[in-house]
């Protein structure tokens, strides 16, 4: 299903839940509320399921799009979803329910009852973008989220995802009139003294592996619980160890509770898919980012990801 086929079908739609993703990054959060602002403004009820992840970094473009209390909704939307694994536990009841998946990893499972899936854009927000025109104008408060939604995912237009027609959608959102240089400074210009403090710890402990092309660092409980942490002050830090010169390819481990460890990967998809990588674990992502969860130990998880690199290269 295109862009236009799942704005007819939301458009025969009313009571619309929309659902995001575990862990929720600016794309997931960004889509969800460009999407259910669209909605409504089309005359359709349109909710955001809460996510008990959201960090105080995205949570505040979803204040107001919340469900009432008690109530059911007709239709279950999921947008920048690939799998229902990555469902937060308040959304799992849904999983079965969705009546149309909007995401843009070419690992997708078809989970919907209707698919719209182009591994062609960047950012999930870019195929949002063009439902949200079909669905009417797409004013600032619609533009503003989908901008972060884009720009997030692309690392402000500097990872190697980024197209084209990323840098066209971009720049319709921004000339809509939309606060993008607030947005910039508050995503890609901040960081918390914490956060610093994290990467630190990441350099600290940094392996360097295969002639310093590959780089593998991690973040233990401990190490939040020292530094007084918060998700916030993890958000996107996957993209650091890939900027040391000489890296192609970087794995950051982050351990979410004892015995589980989420593993992110990022790669130069010339060199290595991390799609491939990560589904040798039971995650997917892109060619050139992708993530998994290893239940064990940080090293147990750090040798599971060295193995299925190897694996892959040797194929």
């Not at 009571?15 to 403004?41: E, F, K, Y």
Request: overall charge negative; glycine content about 10%.
């Amino acid at each position: 299903m295109n862009a236009r086929e799942a704005a007819a079908l939301l458009k025969e739609r009313d009571n619309i839940l929309i659902l995001t993703h575990r862990r929720p990054d600016g794309d997931t959060v960004g889509c969800a509320a460009g999407l259910c602002l669209a909605l409504r403004q089309a005359g359709k009820q349109a909710y955001v399921l809460p996510n008990e992840d959201a960090t105080a970094l995205m949570a505040p473009y979803l204040e107001g799009l919340e469900p009432p209390e008690g109530g059911e909704p007709a239709f279950v939307v999921s947008v920048d979803i690939a799998g229902v694994g990555l469902f937060p536990e308040s959304a799992k009841k849904w999983a079965d329910k969705v009546g149309l998946a909007i995401d843009h990893h070419p690992s997708n499972e078809g989970f919907g009852a209707a698919n719209c899936v182009d591994d062609t854009c960047a950012a999930c927000g870019e195929l949002i973008y063009d439902i949200c025109r079909e669905l009417g104008e797409v004013t600032p408060e619609i533009a503003l989220p989908l901008y972060v939604a884009v720009s997030t995912d692309t690392g402000c237009f500097v990872y190697g995802n980024t197209t084209g027609r990323t840098h066209r959608v971009a720049a319709d959102l921004i000339e809509i009139g939309i606060p993008y240089r607030d947005a910039n400074k508050r995503h890609f210009r901040t960081k918390s003294a914490k956060r610093l403090k994290l990467e630190a710890v990441l350099m600290q402990g940094l392996e360097l592996l295969q002639e310093g092309t590959l780089a593998i660092g991690s973040i233990s409980l401990a190490d939040m619980a020292a530094i007084g942490a918060t998700e916030e002050d993890a958000e996107d830090i996957a993209a650091f160890i890939g900027q040391i010169e000489g890296v192609y390819n970087s794995v950051t481990i982050r351990e979410l509770k004892p015995g589980e460890c989420k593993l992110s990967v990022r790669t130069n998809p010339v060199k290595l898919n991390a799609t491939k990588v990560c589904a040798l674990l039971g995650g997917g992502g892109h060619a050139a980012a992708a993530g998994c969860t290893v239940f064990g130990s940080v090293k147990e998880a750090r040798d599971a990801i060295v193995k299925a690199i190897e694996t892959v290269q040797a194929e």
